[in-house]
């Protein structure tokens, strides 16, 4: 039995529909969307227009033609980090977020003269909403944020933090790559003005495709970021200003766009709220469990509510890479051990520079998988 525990990093496995639609795609249509007026192109287009409408209906977003496809999360941050901070901007993000936030903004700073706030958070994981509305400033312009975090699963409360930016008139950004799929995202309720997304952890689409949703107040700040064919007013030399196609050129991921739409299509079959709760269930019950085991130390919020289903643990009497390798040996469990891209993260909650094992469950583990995990970490701690 391989019982893999790393879909923080992709979900696996697929739905066999993501598998199939990705086929028909390849075999069936094949053609570049936007390109061609002949009947698979026109098919392609189709079916591209139908995943951002179902992404659109997917995060209560009104328009369609606001949702932009990139290679990954990584791919939109860079994209809209880029195009829309200006010179003597102040910034504000969090201990908490992913290298694909801070690299950025920090690659940024070397190019344009802005003001950059990184606040710290709880041990826990969380941002103060205190210290949040305490380093606001007259020329803060932007919070970008992450929903919940890839190493201990932390939800911040963005519908709050998204209230205080409406009323101060601060644009956000919110980086969903670990809520997407598993909690509801709300673009409307969150108060956000873009939304990155990438398709193949929570949606359990395929790998290569992800992008953002972007209102039309920010869009009027952004700036182009690359430039090239797009199959719309050929006949410039500069980008079109319209979206899709102001952010988007060059051949689509096509067949990652079908997979996407036909992943999306799966969660809502199965009913987003079934998924959450049994990754709730499972969370709680891992949590529970796993601090009557000895030398295990555990990280982050205690209970399912405040958090995903993403965990990290480390064991008193062994290195973490031990432990992960350990339990993929001897048991073929799949973990994912250090820090996770997220270093800054780490030094908040306590496990710089040693990072920590980190367990993510998905829609496709049962009680049964996590009885087995259990078990297993038991055995390797008595055998210490």
């Not at 391989?2 to 795609?25: C, G, M, R, W």
């Not at 949040?132 to 919070?143: A, E, M, P, Q, Y």
């Not at 051949?251 to 990754?279: D, F, K, R, V």
Request: hydrophobic share 40%; charged share 15%.
């Amino acid at each position: 039995m391989n019982l893999y525990f790393d879909n923080a990093a992709t979900s696996f496995p697929k739905p066999q529909q993501v598998h199939e639609a990705i086929l028909d795609y390849m075999v069936n249509i094949g053609t570049n969307p936007g390109r061609g007026a002949y009947s698979t192109a026109l098919n392609a287009d189709r079916l591209v227009y139908n995943t951002r409408e179902a992404l659109a209906n997917f995060f209560n977003f009104p328009k369609p033609e606001n949702v932009i496809f990139t290679l990954n999360i990584t791919h939109a941050l860079n994209i809209l980090i880029k195009s829309i901070i200006k010179p003597h901007w102040h910034v504000i993000t969090t201990t908490m977020e992913h290298n694909s936030v801070l690299r950025p903004l920090y690659a940024l700073k070397n190019s344009i003269n802005f003001d950059l706030d990184v606040l710290p958070c709880s041990t826990e994981g969380l941002l103060d909403i205190n210290t949040f509305n305490d380093h606001i400033k007259t020329n803060t312009r932007l919070v970008i944020l992450s929903h919940a975090s890839n190493v201990v699963g932390t939800i911040q409360h963005i519908e709050l933090i998204g209230k205080i930016c409406k009323k101060r008139g601060i644009y956000l950004i919110i980086d969903a790559a670990q809520s997407c799929g598993s909690i509801p995202v709300d673009f409307r309720a969150i108060n956000c003005n873009a939304l990155c997304f990438t398709g193949h952890k929570g949606l359990l689409g395929p790998q290569g495709i992800g992008g953002f949703l972007i209102d039309d107040i920010l869009n009027e700040e952004a700036s182009t970021f690359y430039e090239g064919g797009t199959g719309s007013t050929s006949n410039s030399l500069q980008q079109p200003n319209f979206l899709p196609d102001k952010f988007e050129c060059g051949t689509l991921n096509s067949p990652g766009i079908a997979g996407l739409l036909a992943s999306i299509n799966y969660i809502n079959s199965n009913g987003l709220l079934a998924i959450q709760q049994s990754e709730e269930y499972l969370t709680d019950y891992f949590i529970k469990n796993i601090l009557n085991i000895k030398n295990v130390i555990l990280f982050g919020p205690k209970d399912s509510k405040s958090k995903t289903s993403v965990i990290s643990l480390k064991h008193s009497a062994m290195d973490n890479s031990e432990f992960s390798f350990l339990l993929s040996n001897n048991y073929n469990i799949m973990t994912r051990s250090g820090l996770h891209c997220a270093p800054l993260a780490h030094k908040t909650i306590g496990t710089f520079p040693s990072g920590t094992v980190r367990f993510s469950f998905g829609p496709f583990h049962n009680k049964a998988d996590l009885d087995f995990l259990l078990s297993s970490i038991n055995t390797l701690s008595n055998n210490i």
